[in-house]
């Protein structure tokens, strides 16, 4: 094979075709189940597929985006839901990454224990949506649970995830930030320690007092961390839905449109999935969820780099 | 290690600052109170494991009464749990290893350079992050192959790992090219080479690589309430949802199977935290 650099040195002739031929089974499944399915997702959206086998699948052009834009309530629902996708975004990662970066700037003090805490807040990253949901369930037990008896205290009384949507749904964003500021803070850990410590040092000297150290050392070396978990936030909020699925189910006034395509495309019920749902139709939502997330990155991305040009030069 | 431990000693040479105590009083209250959240939680479900269903209900917050097994034994019973758990075990091992063995052989050649195209196909693996989500097409590729509903099925949907190859490909442009040249002077294969010298030396990153992919694995929920329906195939998150919504308000007995699902993942944290941690902060600090 030709297509083998030169520099190159093992077997010769036919065997050297080697690195291909091993790379291949690899790289094929990759465009298989990956590559191919994702950019397939814009093909489907223009057509009526069902979830059923043998069933002819026929071209609608637009009518699935003009449904799901324009067609009666089902459609106020889709953009409401659309609206709730982007509250979803803003809380969980304005909180998610205050929180985180409140974790990490005590974290990156030297205390004792530092470990311990550092272990104990990473730890429901690891655990799955299905334990992490069903933890918060019983946390949130609206009879005689912990938080219940809290807010009791004060002559609260919730039925918290069982309430009304808005009440479920801030529950959710708060379960979310939760399971995942983990990551936030360890991201920004790893770019405090980049920091080199000469320059707290010489800014001690000068005088600097803590908020000053973190105002004009840490925050601004900071910047690629900081970038980093904005946009991680971002995307990764915008397209979560499975803590929904598991802590509330699908109830009317709290979907998200991750939700919305996993319920259209495979059924509304967690437990007994049909196959016989609309998947053209869900395409065509999650192609609107992808430009959604694309159209924020992309804005994200822009004030970012002028953030980094801004601090790095 | 080293610069923290060299950082800390130099804090210990500096001299006392004045009102240094109050701010360290004021962390670990916040880091206390943050805690909270995260052991309160972790705590309730311990306790609601060891109760009876009517000590639950008298007092779900309390401290049981004796610490037995009983509901641990029935969670175990109950529910088809050691089927469920074996089809995760199953599903984790085989679908990580086929995909750790395939990602380092397209990793290697990418991180080398050995065929032209390769920088391209780095850049398809590291745009496949941001492609819109492959759910659905996904779904009429196992159907139509007549895998829906089957081990097979179901194991596919975890063979790539797009993440895994940039962590690898990193990893093995640290190794110097100089090794493969005298390899194969001396008369090395081109796969005997990957498998005996090069995988030795990127261990940590396989070893990152295999800990992420097989936690997504373990903990997958969605993709098991999508493909599968025979409930002798579910992997044991998805059977940990069936026995909710069965024992519904039973929570002793389901808190014991969280319990027990959640220790593997707990040991296996405890002990490869460096790996896990350093595989979720990839690349984030370059930019």
């Known amino acids: 094979m030709a297509i083998i650099d030169r520099k190159y040195l093992f077997d010769k002739g036919w065997k050297s075709a ?47 985006y003009d449904e799901f834009l324009f067609i009666g309530a089902a459609s106020r629902d889709n953009i409401a839901a659309l609206v709730r996708t982007i509250y979803f975004c803003f809380f969980v990662t304005t909180i998610q990454f205050g929180f985180g970066l409140l974790l990490a700037v005590l974290l990156n003090r030297k205390l004792k224990g530092t470990k311990f805490f550092r272990t104990l807040f990473f730890l429901p990253v690891i655990l799955g949506v299905a334990i992490q949901g069903l933890m918060w369930k019983l946390f949130l037990l609206p009879r005689g649970g912990p938080v219940a008896e809290f807010a009791s205290l004060f002559g609260w009384t919730s039925e918290f995830l069982g309430g009304q949507p808005r009440q479920a749904f801030a529950w959710v964003i708060v379960v979310q930030i939760w399971a995942n500021a983990g ?34 050392v840490t925050w601004p070396l900071l910047t690629p961390a900081v970038n980093t978990n904005l946009l991680l936030n971002i995307i990764g909020s915008l397209q979560a839905w499975q803590l929904f699925l598991v802590l509330i189910g699908y109830r009317p006034g709290t979907q998200v449109l991750g939700y919305l395509v ?52 | ?97 086929i995909c750790v063995l395939t990602s380092v052989l397209v990793a290697f050649p990418i991180a080398r350079g050995y065929f032209k195209g390769s920088k391209q196909m780095l850049t398809l693996y590291v745009i496949a992050l941001f492609l819109p989500p492959a759910l659905i097409p996904q779904f009429q590729l196992i159907l139509n192959l007549g895998l829906f509903n089957s081990r097979a099925g179901y194991i596919l949907l975890f063979l790539v790992n797009p993440i895994g190859i940039i962590i690898l490909v990193n990893q093995i442009k640290a190794v110097p090219r100089e090794l493969d040249e005298s390899a194969a002077m001396d008369g090395c294969g081109y796969y005997r080479f990957v498998l005996k010298i090069i995988v030795p030396l990127i261990r940590p990153a396989i070893a990152t690589v295999t800990v992420l992919h097989a936690i997504g694995i373990w903990n997958e929920l969605v993709l098991s309430i999508i493909y599968l329906t025979n409930d002798d195939l579910f992997p044991i998150t998805r059977g940990l949802i069936v026995f909710e919504s069965v024992y519904g308000s039973n929570w002793p007995p389901l808190a014991a199977a969280v319990l027990i699902l959640m220790t593997p993942m707990l040991l296996l944290f405890l002990f490869l935290q460096r790996y896990i941690v350093s595989g979720l902060t990839a690349g984030a600090v370059k930019g």
Not at chain 1, 24 to 29: R, T
Not at chain 1, 47 to 61: E, H, K, L, M, N
Not at chain 1, 187 to 216: C, K, N, V
Not at chain 2, 51 to 64: A, N, V
Request: aromatic share 14%; hydrophobic share 50%.
């Open chain 1, 18 to 64: 080697a690195p291909i031929a091993l790379l291949l089974p690899g790289f094929l499944l990759y465009l298989l189940i990956a590559v191919g399915p994702s950019l397939a997702t814009a093909v489907y959206s223009f057509t009526d597929a069902t979830g059923i086998r043998g069933i002819p699948v026929s071209w609608i052009g637009f009518e699935n």
């Open chain 1, 183 to 216: 990551i936030t803070m360890v991201i920004f850990l790893a770019g405090m320690q980049t920091i080199p410590e000469r320059l707290y040092e010489s800014a001690r000297i000068d005088g600097a007092g803590g908020w000053q150290l973190f105002r004009h």
């Open chain 1, 262 to 313: 996993f319920a259209e495309g495979f059924g509304q019920v967690s437990g007994e999935v049909t196959t016989a749902f609309r998947q053209g139709y869900a395409a065509a939502a999650s192609i609107g969820l992808f430009i959604l997330v694309l159209v924020i990155a992309l804005v994200t991305n822009v004030f970012v780099s002028r953030r980094e040009e801004k601090f790095l030069g």
């Open chain 2, 1 to 97: 290690m080293t610069t923290a431990r060299q950082a800390s000693t130099q804090a210990k040479d500096r001299p006392r600052r004045r009102g240094f105590r109050r701010p360290r009083i004021g962390s670990y209250s916040i880091l206390g109170l943050c805690s909270i959240l995260y052991i309160g939680p972790l705590l309730m479900l311990l306790l609601t494991a060891f109760k009876t269903l009517p000590e639950f209900f008298r007092d779900p917050t309390g401290m049981p009464e004796s610490f037995g097994f009983e509901n641990f034994v029935e969670a175990w019973s109950l529910a088809k749990f050691p089927s469920y758990l074996m089809n995760s075990v199953i599903y984790t091992v085989v679908a990580t290893t």
